[in-house]
């Protein structure tokens, strides 16, 4: 498996587009031992991870987020990360994991020590490579589901959110971060420049801004595009182009992440006050 990831990364123009595509095959492998483990059984596969694998969002991820579907142990956690580990031994991978198996958010780090160096992509032996791992164990009610089958490095059989339930955690993250996250916006411009009409999960939407104290009004298809223009008014957006931009599979992309193009695609689906 080693040598066909050297193949893969071979072709790659720069060194970050090549740590890229190395943390997105091991995020296929590790989605690939946790399928085997029975995981997804009890976890959906959610955030811009996702929206990548299942959707061929382009612009690279970092984490592989999951909301429990079924009530999920501390137990279950750690022996789903031991499968992972032992997956990647068995190829003589280098592994390490760091957990933290908490009741609400469980999460982890897993770590491949000295894999960079060895694929000739640092310079330091002791850099290491890591990949987060984060569970909400407890998340707002009215998700919905659905299965995909996908092949991206591996054969997936992801139990995931279905689109609008992923675009209302997006929108939940839009309304309710205490900083700017570029990845967020450049989410949302993929949405709202996609060809569906689509609009959140409002029951899921409304009841993820309850449990972080949202203090505004309910949320529904008259308002939620107003609210966001709110936010975009207030954003800096050469923070955004920051963030985002070591992600992008197209450099270019990041000229359109301006808050002009965000009002107006925002603004294109409001409804107009009826007049008396």
Known sequence: MKEHLKTLLQHCEYTHQARCILREYLQARTLEFL????????????GGTALRFLYSLPRFSEDLDFSAT???????FVDYLRAVKLGFERELYAVAIKAKPEKTVQSAFLKF???LHELNLSGQESEVLSIKIEVDTHPPKGWTCENTVVRRHSMLNLNHYTKPSLLAGKVHA??????????????LLWYLT??????????Q??????????????????????????RVNTTDFKKVVEDVDPFLEKKEESSLLTQANFIKLLSSGLTPPSSV
Do not use: M
């Not at 971060?177 to 989410?187: A, F, N």
């Not at 409304?206 to 008259?222: D, F, R």
């Open 194 to 203: 996609g060809q569906e009409q689509l609009e959140p999960n409002f029951i």
């Open 35 to 46: 399928q085997y483990k029975g995981a997804f059984a009890n976890w959906a596969f959610v």
């Open 174 to 187: 839009l309304l309710s971060r205490s900083y700017t996250k570029g990845r967020d916006y450049y989410d």
């Open 113 to 115: 020590p000295g894999l």
């Open 70 to 76: 079924k009530e999920s142990s501390e137990a279950d």
């Open 205 to 230: 939407l409304n009841n993820a801004l309850l449990q972080t104290g949202w203090k505004g009004p309910a949320l529904h298809s008259g308002n939620w595009r107003a609210l966001l223009v709110e």
